[in-house]
């Protein structure tokens, strides 16, 4: 809820809802539920002729206590048969159980370090449609604008029945071509409508890469870019060089672009500074001068001659009527006509261009931008992979490409933005709330146990919930992103809450008088069934979102990865390592309990519940 950026606003959204939806079940848990419990006849034991008498849906909702019993058994045979051996097995090779652990959490960070699995910042969301632009030279006639697009419709088209032919139902791919020439006769675009992504083999991304190698190079072409996604938070690679030398802009731009279009993991590299419509630059020479001629007044004839000047208008019926004089078509059709055309000086005398002028021809710029007060040239590309890791490549672009190039060209500095830019919005205003996040949390815990070491060990097992939020995003070929960390967000809430549960039960066992190892084992044992049971359901409720195909899905799956494969292994760290924690503590205050006292306490009374228990009695 206090997050900048645009991905800020959805996830203050999302947490908005989360919020009401925890209250709402809050009064469910307390309030309601256990009014229900107490009129359910559920754990009453019925006589036999009670049961015989039952008939109609009250029979057969008692025949589904079969599945009751079948379930409480299958769950007690897993926590007998399975963990129990398990939690003892771990209790008792402690340094072996720490070191698996620990190995299996530095192999998921060296693999996310590695590329193994994939990092990036924001999510390419698959679409339904591919976008194409068409950019040419301005000047270009609308009918090789629309030559050039239609032979990349003919493409698409080719593309189509490749796929259709590979798709189990043969339905077609592509489902529809709208195509559109202009604003402007040097533009034109193409939106292929695919089949719903839930009836479709193949990805969005895959379509456009292999239209996109059908069509190949096109020369004469400006910009040719194909858009398969939505970019959420802006182009995946977006430098901006600033700079107002004009030269060493454009020098820098062409050689970054060269740099980005030899690397295979980037696609359509572009700009944003396009060459304008052709320009006639005029320059006097010395004779124009001393005739009493300046740029003004030659620009003036020219301007006139060329592009003509309105001499009249005038009202007829509704329409108005606009009167222009200038040269005939055929004295106004090249550049011999240029030259020839008669300058007049101020004493009357009518000199041709060619004798007091010279020119030169070039493009001018389309557009021009600004940023913090210099000139800017942004190049802008694409992954050809959108699952592929963004954070990698701009890590390569930031150490080994731009400071090349600023070397050479020291008059200029760089920026970098779109979903860069996006992401240090985002890390800057959360750097400000996380740690304050889990500084409450601590300290909650820690005032409901009234301990400082069980809180910290609840948090210390949070970082290795990525165990399964990588190797989860692995297997399903998503990249882990900004997303996924919405969905880590929620796996903290449901893992501080197991481990609540087993802590509260370890404490109330030990203010009971229970041994510290049969507390512990007790804690485990007495909690399996809720632990696990929830963390079966989250991901049962979750695997439907997992298994879907459709394109509002892929949006939700790396949250609904990150909490169901972090979950699983959230739930052994909460039954397996959490106790483990809890004994290394134990024995780590015992002895240094003997250091301090020269006496060797016992594990119960280094505990903070017996503590609490003697303090209690004390004041008694």
């Not at 030559?147 to 698409?156: L, Y």
């Not at 001393?290 to 309105?310: C, D, E, K």
């Not at 924690?581 to 306490?601: H, M, Q, Y």
Request: with cysteine.
């Amino acid at each position: 809820m206090f997050l900048d950026s645009r991905i800020g606003e959805f996830f203050g959204e999302v947490s908005t809802v989360v919020i009401l939806t925890l209250v709402v079940s809050l009064v469910e848990a307390l309030i309601i539920l256990p009014a229900h419990i107490a009129h359910s006849k559920a754990l009453v034991n019925e006589s036999d002729e009670a049961v015989a008498s039952k008939t109609g849906i009250d029979k057969f909702l008692y025949k589904l206590r079969f599945f009751n019993e079948k379930g409480d058994q299958f769950m007690s045979y897993m926590r007998d048969k399975l963990y129990t051996p398990t939690l003892k097995f771990v209790l008792k090779n402690q340094l072996l159980s720490l070191c698996v652990l620990l190995a299996l959490f530095v192999l998921t960070i060296s693999s996310i370090m590695g590329s193994v699995v994939g990092v990036t910042i924001f999510p390419n969301v698959a679409s339904d449609t591919v976008s194409i632009e068409l950019l040419m030279p301005e000047g270009t006639n609308p009918e090789r604008t629309d030559s050039i697009i239609t032979m990349v419709e003919d493409a698409a088209w080719v593309v189509n029945e490749d796929f259709t032919s590979r798709q189990t139902d043969e339905m077609q791919v592509i489902e529809n071509i709208i195509k559109r020439v202009g604003p402007g006769n040097n533009k034109a675009s193409l939106r292929i409508n695919l089949l719903p992504g839930e009836f479709r083999d193949f990805s969005s991304p895959e379509i456009t890469n292999a239209i996109r190698d059908e069509v190949g190079g096109v020369f004469g072409v400006e910009r040719l870019t194909f858009g398969s996604g939505g970019n959420f938070g802006g182009s995946p690679i977006s430098i901006s060089l600033l700079g107002n030398n004009t030269e060493e802009l454009e020098a820098a731009k062409e050689e970054l672009r060269a740099k980005l279009e030899d690397n295979i993991l980037l696609r359509d590299v572009v700009d944003t500074d396009p060459e304008g419509i052709k320009e006639i630059q005029i320059e006097l020479k010395e004779t124009a001068y001393s005739l009493g001629l300046n740029l003004n007044s030659v620009m003036a004839q020219v301007r006139s001659g060329f592009f003509g000047t309105q001499a009249q208008r005038f009202q007829r019926g509704q329409d108005e009527i606009r009167v222009w004089v200038r040269y005939d078509r055929s004295d106004r059709s090249s550049l011999n006509d240029l030259d020839d055309m008669r300058i007049v000086t101020p004493s009357g005398d009518r000199i041709p261009l060619r004798e007091i002028a010279t020119y030169t021809i070039s493009r001018g710029d389309e557009s021009i931008s600004h940023l913090e007060g210099q000139r800017e040239i942004q190049v802008n590309a694409d992954m050809a992979d959108p699952n592929g890791s963004v954070t990698d490549i701009m890590a390569d672009i930031q150490q080994n490409i731009m400071p090349d190039i600023l070397s050479k060209y020291q008059t200029l500095s760089v920026s970098y933005e779109g979903q860069n830019r996006e992401a240090e919005k985002l890390s800057s205003s959360a750097n400000k709330v996380v740690w304050v996040i889990l500084f409450l949390i601590y300290a909650t815990i820690a005032f409901t146990f009234r301990s400082y070491s069980q809180p910290f060990l609840l948090l210390f097992m949070i970082p290795f919930s990525i165990i399964g939020v990588a190797w989860g995003h692995y297997f399903h070929g998503f990249p882990i992103n900004v997303l996924s960390a919405l969905g880590i967000i929620a796996l903290i809430g449901i893992m501080v809450n197991d481990g609540l549960v087993l802590i509260g039960k370890l404490n109330g066992s030990l203010k009971a008088g229970v041994k510290f190892e049969e507390a512990l084992m007790d804690a485990g044992k007495s909690r399996f069934r809720a632990i696990f049971l929830t963390s079966i359901t989250t991901i049962a409720g979750l695997a439907p979102l997992l298994l879907e195909k459709s394109r509002q899905a892929q949006f939700l799956k790396p949250m609904a990865i990150s909490i169901s494969y972090g979950i699983g292994i959230a739930t052994i760290l909460t039954l397996l390592m959490l106790p483990l924690l809890l004994s290394i503590s134990n024995t780590i205050k015992t002895k240094a309990a003997w250091v301090k006292t020269g006496k060797e306490p016992s594990r119960e009374d280094v505990e903070r519940a017996i503590k609490e228990l003697k303090e209690e009695d004390e004041a008694h």
